[in-house]
């Protein structure tokens, strides 16, 4: 059978079980995207209980018992691998056709095999396991759709690492070809909760969820196709207003659209002209974060984006990420309390919410102004025209940072 035919198929079981569904919950219609050329990443934001876990696992589970396309769902933590089996145990139980009694978990240390009837339907793994999950590749690639519900949480909650955990999980599956001809690909299933998730910037996707149209499905960075989208009659069954102080009229959870504060951030249709006109450089931070600082001092502009995307930097402020192009920044003269009161002036702006949360929360007392300072002086300075002048300016170089270390180990003992 070929690879068009086999498509076919699924795209029009997808349809039908689409229309026979209760229609007062959503449809989950990035599954008609799912064979989609070139298309890796399908986020589906809406307000609360619209349906969308159950309508997408439902949906994957009878596709992969029909037609053999299995698919993974990823948790954040072991422990909430047990909700996942029992919205499988669930779904088994409610559709007529399948026999609950039937549906059995194999749980290993990195995964749980959920089977119906000795057939393989679909795993349930954690972003904290990947590493070792990387072991399990000969299993993972037989599941190449990937379904990250609840990727949007609360405050605090999130894995500080969660984009280079997903990546690894994601190039553990991508390894062989399959029936249907298709890359991975990784659904987000979530509500409009905050901006807080460490893969909203490795997704660029800020400035679309600040002006993306309700109610539609939109391609982005052209890989990505975004659906935020309100269920109006499913908000007329919930409890609105748990407490006084609630409003619910502009909550996040109701109305599918995210309080989106603009405070310190720059316009997005404008950053990258800011861009073409600065000066930048990057500083390590911790977590696999680096902060890009683009700056035009004649114009008084300075911006700063939190990127997990490996940058040559400059700068770091853990010692073991000290390179011979690198000067780790631990002499209290590159802090200051005094700077959080500067920053939240708007001495500097922010590339997105992300950004500007991540950075003000941990790094507020950093001296950006001195390191511009020192960046622009080292520019001016002289370059070497011959080997033997940069030898011996690499080598003094090394010298002075190797004394900043020794200096340092010194004073702590």
């Not at 002209?273 to 911790?286: H, M, V």
């Amino acid at each position: 059978m070929s690879v068009n035919s086999n498509r076919e198929k699924v795209i029009k079981h997808i349809e039908f079980m689409q229309a026979q569904q209760n229609p007062l919950y959503d449809k989950s219609l990035l599954l008609n995207h799912i064979f989609d050329e070139n298309i890796l990443h399908l986020v589906d934001i809406s307000n609360r209980r619209s349906g969308k876990s159950y309508g997408y696992f439902s949906k994957m589970i009878d596709i992969a018992h029909k037609f053999d396309l299995k698919f993974m769902a990823i948790v954040r933590h072991d422990d909430l691998k047990k909700s996942i089996i029992e919205l499988i145990d669930e779904i088994f139980g409610d559709i007529e056709h399948l026999d609950q009694s039937k549906l059995i978990p194999f749980k290993t240390p990195n995964y749980v095999k959920m089977q119906y009837k000795g057939k393989d339907i679909c795993l349930i793994t954690d972003l904290n396991s990947c590493s070792d999950f990387k072991f399990d590749s000969q299993v993972a690639k037989h599941y190449p759709i990937l379904i990250y519900d609840e990727f949007l949480a609360l405050e605090g909650d999130y894995n500080p690492n969660e984009y280079e955990q997903l990546k690894t999980i994601y190039k553990t599956v991508d390894r062989a070809d399959n029936k249907f001809g298709i890359k991975p690909k990784i659904l987000y299933l979530g509500n409009a909760v905050n901006f807080s998730s460490p893969l909203l910037p490795a997704l660029k996707l800020f400035g679309a969820l600040a002006s993306h149209e309700l109610n539609t499905i939109q391609r982005y960075n052209d890989s990505i196709l975004l659906y935020l989208h309100k269920n109006e009659e499913v908000n007329k069954l919930v409890t609105k207003q748990l407490f006084p102080i609630d409003d619910p009229e502009n909550d996040p959870m109701m109305t599918a659209k995210f309080d989106f504060n603009a405070f310190l951030v720059a316009p997005y249709n404008k950053q990258d002209a800011i861009i073409s006109t600065c000066e930048e450089f990057a500083i390590k931070l911790t977590e696999g974060y680096y902060c890009v600082v683009y700056y035009n001092q004649h114009a008084q502009l300075y911006m700063l984006d939190i990127t997990t995307q490996p940058q040559n930097y400059l700068y770091n402020v853990e010692i073991q990420d000290t390179t011979e192009q690198s000067y780790y920044l631990f002499e209290e003269s590159y802090y200051s309390a005094t700077m959080q009161k500067r920053y939240l002036s708007g001495w500097a702006c922010f590339t997105n919410p992300f950004s500007k949360e991540y950075f003000l929360t941990n790094y507020s007392t950093l001296r950006i102004n001195k390191l511009i300072g020192i960046h622009i002086s080292e520019r001016r300075k002289f370059v070497p025209r011959t080997e033997e002048e940069r030898q011996i300016y690499n080598d003094n170089l090394l010298k002075r940072k190797l004394n900043a270390l020794l200096e340092e180990i010194s004073t702590k003992n």
